[in-house]
């Protein structure tokens, strides 16, 4: 968990919003966690969190890895990023 209490739930609520507008608009998505492998942890700093995890993208797996700030009220996404599946 961050300083600003973000923990891996209230990251991938706003990953999951930030890939869907920057990497999959206009394709079907899902994050549901039973598609595999999830991992978090505090990122560089301790206000700051990194989330990666599968999703399903138009039926074919993959993955994003997402930095996020803030508060657990006000998650701000620093970057998203699709990657392979893990």
Do not use: W
Not at 39 to 64: C, F, K, P, W
């Amino acid at each position: 968990m961050t300083s600003g209490g973000i923990d891996y739930e209230h990251a991938v609520v706003a990953c999951d919003k930030a890939a869907r507008e920057q990497l999959f608009s206009g394709h079907e998505d899902n994050s549901d966690p039973i598609l595999g492998r999830q991992q978090g942890m505090v990122g560089l700093s301790e206000d700051q969190y990194l989330a990666s995890y599968n999703v399903r993208v138009d039926g074919n797996l993959t993955a994003i890895t997402c930095l996020v700030d803030g508060t657990k009220d006000e998650v701000h996404v620093i970057s998203v990023n699709q990657v392979d599946a893990q």
